[in-house]
């Protein structure tokens, strides 16, 4: 057996080795060695989904009520500004939508008359 052969076994059970570990490795459920990396995604995200529903339930409801009614006015002052803006936004919108045909008609005027000079 030559250095260079000798080499590339070691390099591929180092590989081996690795694909085992990484495979196992803090592995709580259950990993299919059939869809590893996918199996692998779904435990962590049923472990990120775990740990947010445990941080919902930091507030309860009492606090959660009190907090309501301590800023109630506020919310609703902001609600009314969002509900504006909104109705702003759809008045520009159609707007915008006016000035563009108006601009696109001019345009074509302008390259109509372009051409008809030459």
Known sequence: MDLLSF????VCLCLLIFLIYYF??????????????????????DRRFQNMV???QLVS???????????????????ARLAELKKYEAGMQTTLTS???RLDTV??????KGTSKK
């Open 7 to 10: 080499i590339i076994i070691v």
């Open 24 to 45: 196992i490795k803090g592995a709580k459920g259950d990993i299919s060695l059939a869809r590893p990396v996918e199996s692998r995604v779904d435990e962590y995200l």
């Open 54 to 56: 445990e941080e919902w």
């Open 61 to 79: 409801h009492p606090k959660l009520q009190q907090f309501k009614e301590q800023h109630y006015k506020e919310i609703e002052n902001d609600e």
């Open 99 to 101: 000035l563009e045909a």
């Open 107 to 112: 345009e074509k005027e302008l390259a109509q």
